[in-house]
């Protein structure tokens, strides 16, 4: 061949030959010898310079990646037997890459051409791109059992352990996968749901002792009601949406978005972008984007993805697993915004002074891609002078225009006074078998406050922008404390030394001056506790009655809509307020959504239980071993039955009951949060540093019995307990005064 091929006929070729892209392989195809190589060479950079390729060892292949979740069709399998699959989206302009199916022992068997919903792992050094394991095959939805397995002779039963199941499951003896008699298992429906008889199942994981830290989270899943399973319908629904184009949307690929999350997050449902503001009139001003999943475009009103999603409210995270809002093909693919993959955004433009203050923001409706998919750590080092691979390229134009940004909204901040609590988070750390290794305390970086503080920004513009344009939406309401809270917090400041502004307007700022003067004292931790214990609840209302602990008059949840649906109300009404589409807020919408908001706030309410039910769970397992050692601690609650401690080590509560104080009497003074010891005077009240021995830990409830050895350093006789079913004794006199006044009321009566 004596002209070499145009760029385009060599995209074509590698797009029709995926195995043959070595230079080697497309100077053969073309005819191309000797000096022409060299010209060849020289195009295949530029196509590699130019985004079209990517070079790797000797073959050229497609620059764009899969995202995390993706939808494939199997392929036949090779000579040595491994199935692989092909995607079905794909954006390169080359053949699309090659996946190996890992398929574990419990998978069911896939037939070429059938479409599967899997997890991505890119490889390297392999004649294939991607590992792919199996999510679920698409157009099927298996019922899925948690309950007890039973052994009989041939196989064995499934026992429920949801209330609302009296139907037990037969399992078939070469599908219980070597479940033991008594053992928690997860088990899911296998061939046609039967008409008669009972339904067959196989089992899918052995959890092994319902009492074991793997069942722990599934457990509490059942108990409070969590829906964990999606119906047929949603489903189909999810899987038959595409990824959204630029049809209606601003092309905003160009924007170096990134996203920034914890390390081990599976969805990316914001990103982000800041530079400075080149307008004179906005001197030292920057300009931040905040772009959001576009999750209206795919859960439209009315919708079997709609009703599903309002139904569970929002997603629900246990240290081992998430019981997501949306199906994986929405909130693992389609609504999340993966690196190097188009996905439709609703994005906000904000501009900032000098000072952090938003002076001005507008909404687009486009379509993103996100450049990079960072984790918080690595974030952090970056800015800390130590970036890696992956970061140092985006240094100049992303990550510090973000700090800089961000350490100006420091200043609008401090001059807001937002509640400023201190209560460092404690982190369940679990190991592959569900076991917990160590509860450590979650670092806290600039970078966490920098994307929290964007998004705060986002959320006022969303609540202000649709205030301004008269459209119906739910407001995220945080009234302040009730007088009885504030009061009792007050007792507490004095009680420790303290003072708390009264007979003004109550205002964060006040709280924040109670703070500072408990910091860095023996006081701390409780009086940051006791400011969280006045806080009212946060919930969603249509009316807006203003955000007390972030010190703002209008806000709302925007950025979140994969996990939660006030953000998706919000949403559609923008899509609605700007004409953006059909797929807005609906009159039935509007109609009841005051009954959304009283909804959404009790499913909030139901997985905040839930998430506490199991930490509790998975503290006292990790204790349980520790039975009989000695705990350093806080007083961290006073009732009439005993009082609760808050060990140090692992943030766990537990309690010393009234009955092993010794044979004491102590009289619970309720307004003051103080036991008293009638006979020596002991005064037991929050916040006393204590030592205790750990009684008992029981895994099944979550439940600690702790023994009091000492407060504040001074050692407790050793308590004798109290024998069952005798009172403890009083002081003489008083029994003497309770028998005069007995005898009083029984002679009145008579007369």
Known sequence: MSQLPSKKEILHWISENPTQTGKRDIARAFGIRGAGRIDLKRILRELEAEGHLAKRKKTYRDADKLPPVAVLRVDDPDT?????????????????????????????????????????????????????????????????????????????????????????????????EGAKDGELVEAQQSGPKARMGLPRARIVARLGDPTAPRAVSLIAIHQHGIPDAFPDNVIAEADSWKPAGLNGREDLRHLPLITIDPADARDHDDACYAHADDNPKNTGGHVVWVAIADVAHYVTPGSALDHEARRRGNSTYFPDRVVPMLPDRLSGDLCSLHEGVPRACIAVRMVLDAQGNKISHSFIRGLMKSHASLNYA?????????????????????????????????????????????????????DDDGKVTSVAFAERFDAHRLIEEFMILANVAAAEELTRLRRPLLFRVHEEPSPEKLEALREVAQASGFTLAKGQ??????????????????????????????????????????????????????????????????????????????????????????ATAQHISETERRSMAAERDTNDRYLAAFLSERVGNEFSGRVSGIARFGLFVKLDETGADGLVPISTLGNEYFRHDAEEQKLIGERTGLVIGLGQRVTVRLAEAIPTTGGLALELLDIEGRKLPKSRGRQRGKPAARKPMNAKRKSAKLKKKVKRSRS
């Open 80 to 176: 040595d037997g491994d199935l692989f699959a092909t995607p079905l989206e794909w954006e390169g302009t080359g053949a699309p890459p090659r996946a190996l199916l890992l398929l574990k022992g419990s998978d069911p068997a896939l037939k070429p051409g059938e479409r599967i919903l899997a997890r991505m792992t890119e490889v390297q050094d392999e004649p294939y791109g991607y590992e792919a394991r199996l999510i679920r095959r698409i157009g099927t939805n298996p019922i899925r059992i948690l309950g007890i397995f039973r052994k009989g002779s041939e196989g064995g039963r499934v026992v429920p352990i949801d209330k609302g199941q009296d139907k037990e499951w037969m399992v078939d003896a070469g599908a219980d």
């Open 378 to 430: 690595e974030v952090q080092a970056a800015r800390d002078g130590q970036p890696n691979e992956k970061c140092a390229p985006l240094m100049d134009e992303v990550i510090t225009p973000l700090f800089e940004a961000y350490h100006a909204t420091k200043t609008a901040r401090a001059a807001r006074q937002p509640l400023d609590l201190d209560l460092p988070e404690r982190k369940i750390i679990l």
């Open 505 to 594: 307007v109550l205002k964060t700022r006040h709280l924040n001056n109670l703070l500072a003067q408990a910091q860095d004292t023996e006081f701390d931790e409780l009086v940051n506790l006791s400011t969280l214990r006045s806080m009212a609840q946060a919930y969603y209302y249509p009316e807006n009655y203003g955000h007390f602990g972030l010190a703002l008059q209008s806000y709302a949840h925007f950025t979140s809509p994969i996990r939660r649906y006030s953000d998706l109300i919000v949403h559609r009404a923008l899509v609605s307020g700007h004409g953006w589409g059909d797929d807005g807020l609906s009159p039935e919408d509007i109609e009841r959504l005051e």
